[in-house]
Structure formats: structure tokens, C-alpha cells
């Protein structure tokens, strides 16, 4: 399979891009005879949007639940609907993202959350890529810790075996409130003996970490690296309660951060991110949307805006985190989180592309593209998505978009009926 | 004309809507022979929205300096070409805000800005309904104010001699710090005399209010409340930095609150309106979005949403602004900050009515149509905006959007090079 773009707008200057395969192969070569030429006309091509933290299949439970005191919202309204989710539920929840995260330029998510293996097969179809993990947890009980993480093992192995290679399968214990730091330490030696991926919670809420210290002596991060858990594979979500001490261990140890700048304001933990100590930590930091019952939409344009809003508000300054470091968050470095040959348009990069349609309200004028993706666009900008060298919307459409609504309707109002 | 639209949601129903004129005539009623029959299938019928507070014809500027420390940014990059504005510039600018409005459901806004005759043109023009004030001040110099408000005087002469029902013609002094304590009073007289809204900026920043202190003696509101100035015609923009004693003096001259939460994070004013002492205050608060310099979108819907996080944010608690509070300062607020009978589906009130995509994925699945609308959704969702009993957009189409974009752009393009 293969495509050819013409006459699209690449970094403000007119060109063509050639895919073949689920790769870009020449940028700015002469016409070829491809399977399907696309006109790039009042379009600008970016590379596909990567959300680094959320839990898919929460869309089914979007506008369920909001404005309620943290424990109350997750013991009287998340947790018991949870425990009725099947399998049937995560995969149409998941489907219903996917559609979401396709309309609105997501090619790439991190997922954690139950039966991992209904969010694979809804990744599989929808045609996006994911990194997947099982949420586990014990309670703090390693005796109930060692289970889960065997039936992990086997979800692991499943996808490893069954899927494409746009699903990459990854360990996610919860927290460190909700894990044992024997499961802990079970769950890093696995991650290295298999080389995964750790997609973990940290560091959300102040009453987390001292909780934390009063139980152990300790702070999470200092126990973490000497346990020898964190690593450049580990990718720490929410990171808003670290102090400087952290964020140097964090920074030699090269974990990667997701910042989740709406769902860390509608669940008001206090504090934005430490963003200029982490990139003085030379830190990776990504962006994600978390969940849907947190956010309530998995839309990375706003994510985007919200994340420097929030920092410029939170430090009283209006030159913090600039737009084309927000846009490089949300491409490369995420690319660079889940260790991806992609967040960029470049020849041999896998082909996630995005067409931007110029001639929006909210694109127009056109002074600073990077500038208007950041502050003035949501995900309606998009008009194409390519994922994996596929055409997942074209000018708008998406295959199948109404079964989808569908379905994850039914699913949803059954779930709370 | 005539329009009648049926089988639509509204409150969770299934109803009729019959329009004749500018005014809803009936709900529920029988299958009326109109000039538009409207399907509603799918589709929930909410009231248009609207913006308290924006420089329309700043869209032009949209991108094109973001990320700087304010005076900078004002001195080096707003002011210079504020002042090559020409009156078809502002023309286009407000053609290209209108634009984005009709398309994100905003069917009246209140606006401060140069060229207010070609404000009004615009308006009339792109069909929507707006209170239109020029933006004046005379560097406390009352001498300078007198001038500027003789002009301020004819223009609104014009406005009123000369407009539909749809220009709502007002007064706008820019601010405290900007205007001399002897224009302010002049104003506060005329506003009076002829029975005129009075938009200003107040309490933006804390800077401001302190040099006016030094400058007075007085607090802001406090010199205002003495000297006649403050009374429910004034709409108060901004509105950060009152403490309580102000917060009771406005209470007490029913002034109208507008509260800019997405320019207030931008431009790092540090702090966010005291909603709870204002709302025991029985203020009435309204959202705005400022113009597309500081924010840099004209969306409402994600206003909505960053009014209720950034003060679930700032305050600590999950519980604060709910939904439907800020549904509420996104319409009927607005109408009551504007004296307009609208802001509500109800017989006899405007013909302000947008109808919503219940099929989009960002409202799916539909637990709650109010939540889905402030936390999930953004302009995209709607699909059609009727305003004054005409029919602006239909099925996200907009007629004559092209020469909009192209026009705009064009102005937006020749202003800066």
C-alpha cells in the first residue's frame, strides 16, 4: 500500500510526502503512481498527535460523574461501575476513543486500564497505535500482588504473540498507594528481563506521597530508585508533587513524565508540574489527557493549550512553556516516551500524519502554524488522520463512525442502568 | 419568515420549536406550516451563547505574538499595529470573529474596539447579535478624554440612528489606569442620560490596582462607587483582583461580572475571580473570552470548561462551579449582563438557538447533555445556529465562509508585512 500527498504545506514551505508501507519514504520527490494521491491543497501536514497518559475505555463513563469531592466521585460513582465493566464494555469504550482520538489527530495512545486485552482488540481495529497495560494493583498486599501480576504476564504474552506492530504491550501497576513495593520491585524486574514499558501513576496528589513517607520513612521516588526501579522505560503520569530532590533522581535516571494539565485542574491537586526544574533535569516530558471521567475528552489540541495556560498561570509568567515546545510534548517527546520512530515527518519515521485544514476560522490568519495549533485549534482542525501508513479519516469521514456511537451509547447506558 | 423545528431535544425531551420573527412563539406545539422546517433528530436545542467580553477584530492578530512578557508584548508587538488599523481591517477582523462565533454556537457578544461603526457593519452583516462599544482613553488626561468621548458620543448616535435591533450600542472606557477619574465620571453621566451599558476592564491585574492606590489614595471600585460610576448598566471585565470589601460594594450597585479565565491564564494575571464570595454577593457572572490576542479563540464552550477548572484549580475543591452554574454563566447571565430577553429556550424570548450534534463523539455517550456541553465538548458540536429567527448556519455550513477566510487573511497578512 501506498500514498502520495501533493502539494501539502511542511513546515511553511509546499511539498509532497510519499508512504509505502507504514513508513515515510521521500518528502519533496517527484510525483509517484501510488495506490491513493491525496491533495495536500489548504492543507498543512504535522506528524500525529501522542497521548501519553489515559485510560480509554473511561470515555463510557464521560459526564457520569463530575463535580464531586475526589473520594466520594471514585468510591460512590468510578469504583462500582468498574467492577461491573466486561469485556464487551472496554472494547466498544475503547472504540469509542479511538474514533475520538482519530477525528481529533491522536495516532498514538498510552492506555491503562482492564481487560487490556478488549483495549488491544479495539486498537487492532480502529487502525490506531497503542501502548497497553493492564492496570494491577494489590492493596498493598503482595500475596494478592503476585496474582495479578501473573495474570499480567499472561495478558502480556497474548498480546505479544497475537498482535500488529502498532500495539506495544506494557506493565501499569496503579501507584504507590495501591502497590506493593514487593509488587514494585516484581514489576521492575520483569520490565527489564522483558524489556517493557512502565506506565504508572505518580506523584498526583500531596496526600499520596505523604501518605507514602509516613507509611515507609521514605519518599516514593527515593524508595523507587533504590529499588531499582526507575529507568528511561518508566514513564511517570501526573508528576505534579515531586520536590527538586526528585526530579534530580528522576532526571538521572531518565524516566519520562506525562503531564496531564486538565485532569490534574478538574480534580484539583493543587500544583501544576515543576516544568522549568524538569527541563533544567533535562527530563522528557510528554502530555496526556488521562481518562475521560477526569477530563472529560481526549482532545490533545486542548490538552496542549491547557498545559502552558497552567504553567504560565501557576508561575505569574507569560513566557513559560512556549508553543513550539508544547507541540514538540505532544509529538516527539511522546514518540520518544514509548520509544517510537515517530513524532516527526521525517523520511523513514513511521508515517502518523496529520492534514491540518488551513482554511478553518481557527486556522486563519495564518501567521504561526505552531502558534494556532497550540492556542487557537481543537481536534475539528483536523481533516486527514494517517496512522501506520493508513488513511483512518479522509476530509473528515471515518469508516464505520456510526456503529461506533452506537454501540458505546448502548454499552454505556447499560452500564449505569 | 418562519421556522419550525421538530422532533428536538430540549431539557430532555422531545418537543416542537415555533419561530416567527425574531421570537420563539411556541414549544410543543402542533406541525406548523413554516417558510424552514428543520429536522431536530439527533440534534438537542440549547440557547445561543454568549461571549460578555471580546475585541472582535482582534482575530487578526490571532498567533501572531504569544509567549511574551505583557508590557512587551503590548509595547512591541499590539500597539504598533492596533495603530495601523484601518476601518475595513476591523471590518474583516469582526467578519472573520463572527465567523468563528456562528460556527461554535456564540450568537451575541459584547465588544470594545476601535472602529466601532465598522464593528457594527460586520455584525449586521454576518447575521449575529452584539453590544458594541468603543474602546476610548485618554491617558488621564481629561482634556484628551473630552475629545474622545464627543467622538465616542457620535458614534453611538450613529449606531442607535442607524441599526437593527441586533447592535445593542454602549460605552467603553478601557480602564481605571487608562481613563481619568473626570472621563469616568463623564461617562457614568451620558451612560445615564441615555440609558447605555457601560463595558469596561476592571481588576485585571493587581499592578493596576495598586498604581491606582498610589495614584488615589482609593481603591478602584471604592472611587468608582462614591463617584456615581458603578450601578447594574456596568459590566466589570476581568474582575480578578477585588477583595471582599469590593466584592460588597459591587454587590450592592448590581454590577454585572465578566469573568476571562482563558486570557487570565495567558497573560498570567496570577489569580482567578473569587467566584464563591461573588456569587453570595448575588453578583451576576458572566463568561468572556477576550480577544484572540490574549486568548486566542472566540470558543465558549472551552471557556466554559476553563472557568470551572481554574477554579476547581485555585480553590482546592472538586466541587466548585459545577456544570450547570457555568452553563448558566454562559446564557442567561449573559442575557441579563446585556438587558436582552434571551439566554433561555422559551416562548417569547430571541430566536437565539443552537441545535447540537447528539452523534458527535465528544457527546457520547449522553449521561448528561450539560456536562458533555462544558467538559467534553468545543465548537465542533454544533451543528446549527439560529440567531434573531434566522438561520446562520445549518448543518455546519456557513454561506459565504470562504470569502471570509480569504478576505480576513488577506487583511490580517497586509497588517503585519
Excluded at 519533496?28 to 503512481?33: A, H, K, L
Excluded at 464531586?68 to 469509542?96: C, N
Amino acid at each position: 500500500m501506498s500514498i502520495f500527498i501533493k502539494n501539502v504545506q511542511l513546515n511553511g514551505k509546499e511539498t509532497s510526502i510519499y508512504i509505502e508501507g507504514n513508513r515515510i519514504i521521500e518528502i519533496g520527490g517527484p510525483t509517484v503512481e501510488a495506490d491513493t494521491t491525496i491533495s495536500g491543497k489548504n492543507r498543512a501536514a504535522i506528524p500525529g498527535l501522542i497521548n501519553t497518559h489515559t485510560h480509554a475505555a473511561m470515555t463510557l463513563f464521560r459526564g457520569y460523574a463530575d463535580d464531586m469531592a475526589l473520594f466520594e466521585w471514585l468510591s460512590e460513582k468510578i469504583w462500582p461501575l468498574e467492577a461491573k465493566l466486561s469485556s464487551e464494555d472496554v472494547y466498544w469504550g475503547t472504540r469509542l476513543a479511538c474514533l475520538e482520538m482519530i477525528k481529533s489527530g491522536t495516532t498514538c495512545f498510552n492506555d491503562m486500564y482492564w481487560h487490556m486485552v478488549s483495549t488491544a482488540r479495539a486498537v487492532e481495529d480502529a487502525g490506531i497505535r497503542a501502548a497497553i497495560s493492564g492496570v494491577f494493583f494489590d492493596n498493598l498486599d503482595p500475596a494478592k500482588g503476585k496474582k495479578e501480576l501473573e495474570q499480567n504476564i499472561k495478558e502480556v504474552k497474548r498480546l505479544k504473540e497475537n498482535s500488529s506492530s502498532r500495539i506495544i504491550p506494557a506493565l501499569g501497576p496503579h501507584a504507590v498507594y495501591t502497590v506493593s513495593n514487593e509488587l514494585l520491585q516484581l514489576v521492575a524486574e520483569l520490565a527489564k528481563e522483558q524489556d517493557l514499558l512502565i506506565h504508572i501513576h505518580l506523584a498526583e496528589t500531596e496526600k499520596e506521597t505523604l501518605d507514602y513517607i509516613d507509611r515507609t520513612g521514605k519518599r516514593p521516588v527515593e524508595f523507587l530508585a533504590e529499588d531499582g526501579f526507575l529507568g528511561p522505560n518508566v514513564l511517570a503520569c501526573h508528576s505534579v508533587w515531586f520536590n527538586k530532590q526528585d526530579i534530580e533522581i528522576l532526571g538521572k535516571f531518565d524516566v519520562k513524565i506525562c503531564h496531564n494539565p486538565t485532569s490534574n485542574m478538574k480534580l484539583a491537586v493543587g500544583r501544576a508540574i515543576s516544568y522549568d526544574a524538569m527541563k533544567l533535569a533535562n527530563l522528557t516530558i510528554s502530555l496526556g489527557t488521562d481518562g475521560c471521567a477526569s477530563n472529560n475528552n481526549l482532545d490533545m489540541f486542548e490538552t496542549m493549550k491547557l498545559a502552558t495556560l497552567l504553567q504560565k498561570f501557576q508561575t505569574n509568567a507569560q513566557t513559560v512553556m512556549p508553543a513550539h515546545e508544547v507541540f514538540d510534548m505532544a509529538t516527539i517527546n511522546g514518540a520518544k516516551s514509548l520509544r517510537l520512530e515517530a513524532g516527526m515527518i521525517q523520511e523513514g519515521k513511521l508515517a502518523d500524519i496529520l492534514l491540518i485544514d488551513l482554511k478553518h476560522p481557527l486556522m486563519t490568519p495564518n501567521h504561526d502554524l505552531i502558534s494556532n495549533l497550540v492556542y487557537s485549534a481543537n481536534g475539528s482542525v483536523v481533516a486527514t488522520t494517517i496512522c501506520d501508513g493508513k488513511i483512518l479519516m479522509q476530509d473528515h469521514v471515518v469508516e464505520g463512525e456510526e456503529e461506533v456511537i452506537e454501540k458505546s451509547q448502548d454499552h454505556a447506558m447499560k452500564l449505569v442502568g
